[in-house]
């Protein structure tokens, strides 16, 4: 069992930046890949960014490639998602998941947090 706690989230201006946590607890984090998701209003959760049990590999959907980078701390159980460069569309919930592969599909993803509200006015 994994409990995953997002935090970080906020309002911040375009063009801005925004630094989420997802700390989990339980054992084996480092067994597990992880991703982050989001789902703004009225549309479904969506993927943006996958990571590796190691770290080594990412993976991002195309609107947040260069902007936003994903990496983790196997020793302080956390995933983390830099976000550089907001715009109003990346304005959502967000939320982080652990699977067993790097997946862009949620259907992979055991764990999932409750969430934390990006907002970027427009």
């Known amino acids: 069992q994994v409990q995953l706690v997002e935090s970080g989230g906020g309002s911040v201006q375009a063009g801005g930046s925004l630094r989420l946590s997802c700390a989990a607890s339980?054992?084996?984090?480092?067994?597990?890949?992880m991703g982050w998701f989001r789902q703004a209003p009225g549309k479904e959760r969506e993927f943006v960014a996958a990571?590796?049990?190691?770290?080594?590999?990412?993976d991002y959907v195309d609107s947040v490639k260069g902007r936003f980078t994903i990496s983790r701390d196997n020793a302080k159980n956390t995933v983390y998602l830099q976000m550089n460069s907001l715009k109003p569309e990346d304005t959502a919930v967000y939320y982080c998941?652990?699977?067993?592969?790097?997946?862009?599909?949620?259907?992979?993803?055991?764990?999932w947090g409750r969430g934390t509200q990006v907002a970027v006015p427009s």
């Open positions: 998941a652990a699977g067993y592969s790097m997946s862009w599909q949620q259907r992979h993803y055991d764990y």
């Open positions: 339980g054992r084996s984090f480092s067994s597990y890949a």
């Open positions: 990571i590796i049990q190691s770290g080594s590999r990412t």
